[in-house]
């Protein structure tokens, strides 16, 4: 039961141009959510993260939107740059009694940005 | 991912024997969680851990898997009798509190058993 889902293994961009990887999620009492950056042999990168109460967050060239009616999340770089090439992980996290804070997280989706 | 020290990075092991996997958390973390990433697949919560207590063990395995975080030194998961099954890259996670905030990762212990 994959609650979290990236739907697309991969994408390729320009640099220069955006970038948008996106997230879907099935249980309505997620929350918190977070996108992730993994290079190989290395641990995830947080990049950046939004609560349920919002439906944007931005942080220099990345920015995360939230539609909790589509139960959809994506993430947005602009511009791209070489150096995002990596795989973006997409996680979220169930609110309510007993919430421990454990992440959720989705497949993940290979980012290539062409010089 | 400077902060979360995990050692060792990578462990061999043959079949049946034991394997330990160290982690440390980032200064003023006091809350563990450690994931299992199989090859192609994404990160899979294991357990979450505070100081001398295991507070979810929703995603351990029943048998051979086990975890603790002892007042005093790094949290410790430990498989033993091990199978080829548990080849992975198993991560650990910390962060200042339980919920709503973001969890920082170690650079992972890649298991391989022979």
């Known amino acids: 039961d994959q609650q979290v889902k990236q739907n697309s293994p991969s994408l390729s961009v320009q640099e220069g141009r955006i970038s948008i990887l996106n997230c879907d999620y099935t249980?309505?009492?997620?929350?918190?959510f977070l996108w992730y950056k993994k290079y190989p042999a290395e641990g995830p990168t947080f990049l950046i993260s939004?609560?349920?109460?919002?439906d944007k967050n931005e942080d220099g060239r990345f920015t995360v939107f939230l539609n909790k009616s589509a139960k959809h999340l994506s993430l947005h770089i602009v511009p791209s740059q070489p150096g995002d090439s990596a795989v973006y992980f997409c996680a979220a996290s169930p609110n309510g009694s007993g919430n421990t804070g454990k992440l959720i997280f989705g497949q993940g989706t290979t980012l290539q940005v062409k010089p | 991912n400077a902060g979360v020290m995990q050692n060792p990075r990578h462990l061999v092991r043959r079949r049946g024997q034991e394997a330990r996997l160290r982690c440390s958390p980032m200064?003023?973390?006091?809350?563990v969680y450690w994931y299992r990433q199989l090859p192609e697949e994404g990160l899979k919560f294991m357990v979450y851990?505070?100081?001398?207590?295991?507070?979810?063990e929703s995603g351990m395995p029943k048998e051979r898997f086990s975890a603790e975080f002892p007042k005093e030194g790094p949290s410790i998961l430990r498989i033993q009798q091990v199978v080829r099954g548990d080849s992975a890259a198993y991560f650990c996670?910390?962060?200042?509190?339980?919920?709503?905030?973001?969890?920082?990762f170690g650079d992972g212990t890649r298991l391989s058993i022979l």
């Open positions: 996670a910390s962060s200042p509190s339980g919920s709503g905030q973001p969890q920082h």
């Open positions: 249980n309505s009492m997620f929350d918190y």
């Open positions: 200064k003023g973390h006091s809350h």
């Open positions: 939004i609560s349920s109460i919002k």
């Open positions: 851990l505070q100081k001398e207590n295991i507070i979810d």
